[in-house]
């Protein structure tokens, strides 16, 4: 299915869930985050207004803090961006995609709650016994996943599985020690702000000289599991700075989780919304409406 609305001067080469990418010329792609929203696969009928903006506002916030760690894709987020998507889209440079999610976890939860209660072990990374739902890990790991196609999950594999997918060790290798460094300064930085980064994955890339790229989204609450930090207790599920309010809702409706996702209630639209934006404003220490006016977007209305 295809969500994308046209864009004028721009061939639309992908359309997913949650974002459009276009060929911008040369060797440039047009990301644009739509406020759209899923939840098991399925995207519901009923945008969450703000969203694409704070995945947007937030990459760039990050791409701009970790570019001494790891070189990035953007190029820019106004300078070559058709007016009508500033401030949700980002103009990037193309790169050679490595076929790998590279995940680091700071925290036992989520999928890898559910291995560990299976196995002891995430990824084939062996765990203390007696962990709690949620608790802080002796020291953050590195769990590769599958990139999985649009209705279909990501899986969790062991580390000598994705460097057979990638087909070279010593560039896992490299990635793994990416990934954690960069997740250890953006954790740190939350930690700052009253937030706690308890996993969240990393796409990479190669550009045309081979070196290795830091690309797609960064650090947003659809990539990341943010959680305040005021309330956390280990063993048991935390709140969540991102779809989660959308995911239980959806789970106590009655749907079946099989496409077509139902319309969500204005208290639920209301509620998520004000969680993605008090997730941009925490982090970056403005508000979204700053990030919407530096970036050039249209005025609501005009």
């Not at 995609?97 to 291995?115: H, L, N």
Request: charged letters at 30%.
């Amino acid at each position: 299915m295809t969500y994308a609305a046209e864009l004028a001067g721009h061939a639309l080469v992908g359309s997913g869930k949650v974002r459009e990418i276009y060929d911008a010329g040369e060797d440039r792609l047009l990301m644009v985050a739509s406020d759209r929203i899923s939840t098991y696969d399925a995207v519901h009928p009923t945008p969450i207004p703000g969203k694409g903006a704070v995945l947007a506002g937030l990459s760039v916030f990050w791409f701009e803090r970790t570019r001494d760690i790891c070189p990035n894709h953007l190029l820019s987020y106004k300078d070559g961006v058709p007016e009508q998507v500033r401030g949700r889209a980002l103009l990037v440079r193309k790169l050679d995609m490595i076929p790998v999610e590279c995940v680091a976890r700071g925290y036992i939860t989520g999928s890898g709650w559910k291995d560990y209660q299976a196995t002891g072990a995430v990824c084939g990374i062996r765990l203390p016994a007696g962990l709690r739902e949620s608790q802080r890990l002796p020291e953050p790991i590195f769990t590769p996943a599958t990139k999985a196609g649009v209705g279909d999950h990501d899986e969790n594999v062991d580390f000598d599985r994705a460097a057979e997918i990638i087909g070279d060790r010593g560039l896992l290798e490299e990635l793994r020690r990416l990934t954690l460094e960069l997740y250890s300064f953006a954790a740190e930085h939350a930690r700052e702000r009253g937030i706690i980064l308890a996993d969240t994955k990393f796409e990479f890339g190669r550009d045309a000289s081979g070196r290795i790229v830091l690309a797609d989204e960064v650090l947003t609450p659809d990539s990341s599991r943010f959680w305040p930090a005021d309330g956390y207790e280990p063993g048991r599920g935390q709140p969540s700075f991102d779809k989660q309010y959308v995911r239980d809702w959806a789970s106590a409706s009655g749907w079946d989780k099989s496409p077509p996702a139902p319309a969500l209630p204005d208290h639920v639209v209301e509620r998520t919304r004000e969680l993605y934006a008090d997730a941009y404003r925490r982090i970056t220490g403005e508000p979204l409406e700053a990030w919407l006016e530096r970036s050039g977007a249209p005025r609501a209305g005009a």
